[in-house]
Each structure stands twice: as C-alpha cells, then as structure tokens.
C-alpha cells in the first residue's frame, strides 16, 4: 500500500523550506509520495493577505512539477468551508482507498493539535509525522508521546512564507528562497507588492 504524506498549508507562497522538508521526507522515511494539499482557509488564519486559491495552487505546481514524488492537490477547494483535516482526510480515504495517508507537520503545529475537531480520531486512524521546527510552544505529554506521532530527523528550515510577502513588499530580494519558476511566476504576476 502506498503512503502518501499530506502536506497542508496556505502556501503564500510555497516556497524552498516547504520543498526541502517535504524531499527529505520522501528520500529519508517510509513515505513514498507528498501531496502538498493548498489550504482555501485555515480556520485559524485570517483570509485578508492571501491569494486567491487558483494562484497559489499555480505555484504549488509550478514549485513541485520537476519532482515526480511530490504533487499539488486542490482537495479541499471543493470541501465546505472552513475546511477540517479530519473532513479532508475522510474525503481522501473514500477516493483513494488503495493509499495509507499519513499527515506531516512541524513540530510548532504539534502544540495546537488539541484544538482541531475530532483530533482524537485523527490520532485513532492516521499516523502523524512531525519534522523539528525552532518554537517556544509548549507540547502536552500526552500528544508528544502519543503511538500515532512519528518524530522524523529533518533539517529545521527557518524560512516563512510572511517575511517573503514583507521583503516583496520592501522591494528585498527574495529569489534564493524560492523555485526559480515561483519566483518567475510571482515577478510576473506583481504578487505581494
């Protein structure tokens, strides 16, 4: 059976940190294929400095089209909104019976993992693997020991999607920290400025 690591996020924009993580997931663990699954809304976000779902879909694809192991996914586009992990992962399983999902996170996501609806069930069903992040979060013993989380060595990338929508703004050059057809695609298209 095939697993699949599901990569959620807004991905504004998707940039290298999110590429480095996710290669060094499918070339160092069990999973064999990561679907970076573009978020229309995170519940816990506010909607105002985000781009439109299409756009930045486009670039998740553009960023992952050179990688045969990884692949954009607009699942939840269709999803009702706000949009669940547990909603999603159901939705998912119907569809592709024939994969093992398994979510990955950083390990600052790891401390509000309590809050998401029907969390328990997540832990129940799916396995969680969860790279290192530099944080001051506080984990509860409980989650951070849980059978269902699996602590993969990774390298911790300090990268943020917020400082380079800033340094965009300010007119900073941010080309190293994104896929040169990203960066193409968001010069081109005046993004974030």
Known sequence: MQKTGLFFGSFNPVHIGHLIIANHIVEHTDIDEVWFVVTPHNPHKKKTSLLSDFQRLTMVRLATENYRKMKASNIEFDLPQPNYTINTLSVLQEIYPDKQ???????DNLASLPKWKNYEAILT????YVYPRIHQKTIPDFIKKHPAINHIKAPIIELSATQIRTDIKNRKNVRPMLSPEVYKYLDEMNFYK
């Open 125 to 128: 069903y799916y396995k969680i």
């Open 101 to 107: 999902f398994v979510l990955l996170m950083g390990e």
